[in-house]
């Protein structure tokens, strides 16, 4: 077991080198990236989506949706509504990785793209150990999932930067406990910001968008 441990640090070792290079590149374009981590059903793609409704007025969007599949529907919905987008299949690993997401980089029209979202594979655990190049980490959670997510998967929120709840409109209808699900986030990363919002209804995405713009206005 100990001789394998310099073959994993020298793997994410490459893959950091390789995850700066995709941010200079990232930042040489003017584009701001976020990573964006979930557990399947949390309604990822949906947030995308809405994300772009918000903004697609002001800024053209890319997205790279990663899947462990050879499949394109989410990446489908992405360039049904315009915005360039690049499906990367994982052949099975459960996250993606900074060799990945150069390759989508360079499929992406980079001289048009001002935003940069990057689907990661559905899941809570695996993805954290992995830069990719992108400024900004954000994790979705939903309110179907249960208010205990931040203390079963501890790491993948201590490494975030900005936290989506989603789903709200079905607070009424699910023993969900908001204080408690937002003090386990607090424990672990008191620096990230929560946005408790509904895809379906719009409830708060505003404040979602406010976010992001003003980080954009630091790449400009």
């Not at 772009?52 to 394109?72: F, H, K, N, S, Y």
Request: hydrophobic content about 40%.
């Amino acid at each position: 077991m100990k001789q394998r441990i310099p073959v994993v640090e020298n793997i994410l070792n490459a893959n950091d080198d390789l995850a700066a290079r995709n941010q200079a590149l990232l930042d040489k374009k003017g584009i701001l990236g976020i990573n964006v981590l979930a557990s399947p059903g949390s309604g990822k793609t949906s947030v995308i989506l809405r994300t772009i409704e918000l903004l697609q007025d002001r800024l053209t969007i890319g997205v790279i949706e990663g899947d462990t599949a050879a499949v394109t529907i989410d990446a489908d919905k992405i360039t049904a509504v315009g915005m360039p987008a690049v499906q990367i299949n994982t052949g099975g690993n459960c996250h993606l990785d900074a060799v990945q997401v150069a390759n989508g980089l360079h499929q992406l029209p980079l001289d048009e793209i001002e935003l940069l979202i990057v689907e990661n594979v559905g899941n809570l655990i695996c993805p954290a150990s992995f830069k990719l190049g992108t400024h900004f980490n954000i994790v979705i959670a939903s309110v179907p999932e249960g208010d205990d997510k931040p203390y079963k998967y501890p790491n993948i929120y201590r490494g975030i930067d900005a936290l989506i709840l989603n789903k709200m409109d079905l607070l009424p209808y699910i023993d969900f406990d908001l204080d408690y699900f937002k003090a386990g986030v607090e424990v672990l990363n008191p620096r990230a910001q929560i946005f408790p919002l509904s895809c379906k209804t719009g409830e708060g995405t505003e404040a979602w968008k406010n976010w992001l713009l003003t980080r954009l206005k630091t790449k400009k």
